[in-house]
T-cell receptor, first 114, second 115 residues
């Protein structure tokens, strides 16, 4: 079946540290891949996306590359800030059953300390 | 531009009481609409999706129901709330895209506490 697996949190970092949140997927067909971010008490916001193999999505200093050979879409940022503290969700999207089905990972909580 | 509105933001309801959460989308036509629930500290669970007026599909059996009386309106309901219905409810919409390139846009959520 189709699924997304992401590293368990929480991930705790000091400000300006390097961030990696691992995400791997299993899918039939050719999914699009997404990272969403959820700040405390808010809904989900699209952070970045990639729609085909070798595409790199980037936004706000975050980036992720669609790796078909390793079925991965790891999220990275070179220097995190306290304001990056949030829950990050990796997701894949497939057209299935007549609609765009978005399948989420369990989420990874990031806590950045000054 | 497209916007999605969800209300209320916060709700405290007694066990056994009814529920109605509303979601509307502006600036687009024929959207796909979705209801998700997020239990405390957990991931996202798809509850319902709709590809058109009156067309509702349920992903999990539960105490809740959904309706889509208008193209851009999606309502989540319950006749009698349970304690286990507590959580953060999110509405979302997407374009109809066979290549699934666009993802979903989420509302700001409703935090429901059943007491």
């Amino acid at each position: 079946g189709n699924s997304v697996t992401q590293m368990e949190g929480p991930v705790t970092l000091s400000e300006e540290a390097f961030l990696t949140i691992n995400c791997t997927y299993t899918a039939t067909g050719y999914p699009s891949l997404f990272w969403y971010v959820q700040y405390p008490g808010e809904g989900l916001q699209l952070l970045l996306k990639a729609t085909k193999a070798d595409d790199k999505g980037s936004n706000k200093g975050f980036e992720a590359t669609y790796r078909k050979e390793t079925t991965s879409f790891h999220l990275e940022k070179g220097s995190v800030q306290v304001s990056d503290s949030a829950v990050y969700f990796c997701a894949l999207s497939l057209f299935s059953g007549g609609y765009n089905k978005l399948i989420f990972g369990a989420g990874t909580r990031l806590a950045v300390h000054p | 531009s497209q916007t999605i509105h969800q209300w209320p933001a916060t709700l405290v309801q007694p066990v056994g009481s009814p529920l109605s959460l509303e979601c509307t989308v502006e600036g687009t036509s024929n959207p796909n609409l979705y209801w998700y629930r997020q239990a405390a500290g957990r991931g996202l669970q798809l509850l319902f999706y709709s590809v058109g007026i009156g067309q509702i599909s349920s992903e999990v059996p539960q105490n809740l129901s959904a309706s889509r009386p208008q193209d851009r309106q999606f309502i989540l309901s319950s006749k009698k709330l349970l304690l286990s219905d507590s959580g953060f409810y999110l509405c979302a919409w997407s374009v109809r895209d066979r290549y699934a390139n666009y993802g979903y846009t989420f509302g700001s959520g409703t935090r429901l506490t059943v007491v």
